[in-house]
């Protein structure tokens, strides 16, 4: 087993409160509890410096992320470019341990000749190209939608950078597939996000709401919640809490309109424990089937009833954790009567022997140390 490695966060990742860096801040944990020093190295963009990182690191070093419009006009991805810096490239050469960029964002050295002859690990969490053009297709506002659309072009373009890591670890199936037909010569292998979730635990009883739950900020989730609103709550009259980051002023003006429907904004990490665990069912549906979704791996170690649609289990193992429907009738149908259901033994037991036999962090820590053997 290595002694220490080099990790490169695209975001300070603390709080664990956003699907990417849940998966960093509990990689951090795990390799401090397996006994891996971690020197992170984060880039830093309105959140600030957070001594809890100091618990599982061996160093901290964070990087201003240098977001001036200047940088749309290179021919490097914005996500990239922002993150140059020479200060991390002379770190990075300050010792010889290997390196784990954390995102294509990260990946402006990869190619470095300076670090040509050291180990570099790429961890996917999107691919991110698919991932912005699916965030175009449902932005409102019509300068996003433009330059999400043109920074997936460059995206596409860049991402043969990849080749350059000795090894890579998708968080889904459905991505490693996808990066095995396009890098077969390359070292793919499939990893699923690390998480908050160390043992399944279901609180006894029955809610009496519906919880929908992620960053409201992006445009997946919000156009998943008015979707949601328009198609299911608006004929069912059950008590929905939509909860996550940022809300945009029309998603709070679309929510007001319904007497049945909360909006919780920016709760902290503890709340919104609490209202996944006590929601009667976690409702969670996205339109675009790209990464692995870690608001659903939170749900299943903690959370009632898991309705879900297709696309939110693609390429995982995870469907035989959930309730799978698409159509609109039948999810009504399945809330009406899962409101009445508490959950079985027989679920919690399936639950545990799928999560705890492909989604532990300590088997995703075994599945990377195994690459230096």
């Not at 849940?22 to 001594?51: A, N, S, W």
């Not at 490693?176 to 037909?181: G, L, Q």
């Amino acid at each position: 087993m290595i002694e220490a490695i080099n990790i490169i966060s695209f975001d300070v990742p603390f709080p664990a409160n956003y699907g990417g860096v849940i998966d960093v801040f509990y990689k951090l944990k795990t390799f401090h509890k397996m006994g891996v020093k971690v020197h992170l190295h984060c880039f830093e963009y309105g959140r600030e410096e957070q001594p809890e990182l100091e618990k599982y690191c061996e160093s901290v070093t964070y990087y201003k992320r240098k977001d001036h419009w200047i940088n749309l006009l290179s021919s490097i991805p914005f996500i990239v470019k922002t993150r140059v810096s020479k200060e991390l490239e002379s770190n990075l050469l300050s010792n010889d341990y290997p390196i784990l960029f954390e995102g294509l964002h990260t990946c402006y050295l990869l190619n470095n000749p300076k670090l040509k002859d050291r180990i570099k690990l790429y961890r996917e969490s999107n691919i991110e190209h698919k991932y912005y053009s699916h965030l175009a297709k449902s932005e409102k506002s019509f300068s996003k939608k433009i330059f999400l659309r043109w920074e997936a072009r460059k995206l596409k373009r860049y991402e043969p950078i990849l080749k350059h890591a000795q090894h890579s670890f998708m968080v889904s199936q459905t991505d490693f597939h996808y990066f095995e037909m396009k890098y077969p010569k390359s070292n793919n292998h499939f990893v699923p996000s690390f998480h908050s979730g160390f043992e399944v635990k279901i609180a006894e009883g029955k809610g009496d709401y519906v919880l929908y739950q992620g960053n409201l900020s992006v445009s997946e989730n919000y156009e998943a919640v008015s979707y949601l609103i328009k198609t299911v709550f608006s004929v069912l009259d059950v008590h929905l809490i939509v909860a996550g980051l940022n809300p945009p002023e029309h998603l709070l003006k679309e929510i007001e309109r319904h007497e049945h429907i909360t909006l919780i904004s920016n709760p902290e990490e503890e709340q919104m424990n609490g209202l996944i665990a006590n929601a009667q069912i976690n409702f969670l549906y996205t339109n675009q089937a790209t990464g692995l979704k870690l608001k659903l791996l939170n749900v299943l170690y903690q959370g009632r009833h898991c309705l879900v649609n297709s696309k939110m289990v693609e390429g995982t193992t995870l469907a035989a954790c959930c309730i799978v429907e698409d159509n609109i009738d039948k999810q009504i149908i399945k809330i009406k009567n899962l409101m009445e259901e508490e959950v079985s033994p027989e679920i919690i037991e399936k639950r545990k022997s799928i999560l705890l036999e492909n989604y532990s962090n300590e088997k995703n820590f075994v599945r990377i140390m195994e690459v230096f053997e």
